[in-house]
């Protein structure tokens, strides 16, 4: 894979990083420090970008998922809900 623009790997590898979770988890739902980077393989062979799980199931935080597109269309869309779908029977 490459880092070239135009790819997404470059803001994959960016947003795993602990400090970039936490400046989109308090942005989103105004919590720090309760989250973990999760699988992004999900049982029917699709796959996100970056999953982000409560640390505590037991929190009641959503789970987060996270996409890069360029395009966004209706296929993409789809995609995303299944993602959606998948990530809630975690």
Request: proline letters at 7%.
């Amino acid at each position: 894979e490459s880092l070239r623009p135009g790819t997404d790997r470059i803001s994959k590898e960016v947003t795993r990083n602990p400090v970039v979770i936490n400046i989109i988890t308090e942005a989103i739902l105004n919590v720090k420090d309760e989250y973990l980077l999760e699988s992004t393989n999900w049982p029917n062979g699709t796959h996100s970008d970056v999953v982000l799980l409560p640390k505590s199931m037991d929190s009641g935080l959503p789970p987060i998922i996270i996409e890069f597109q360029q395009n966004v269309n209706n296929k993409f869309m789809e995609r995303a809900v299944g993602y959606c779908l998948q990530a809630e029977k975690r």
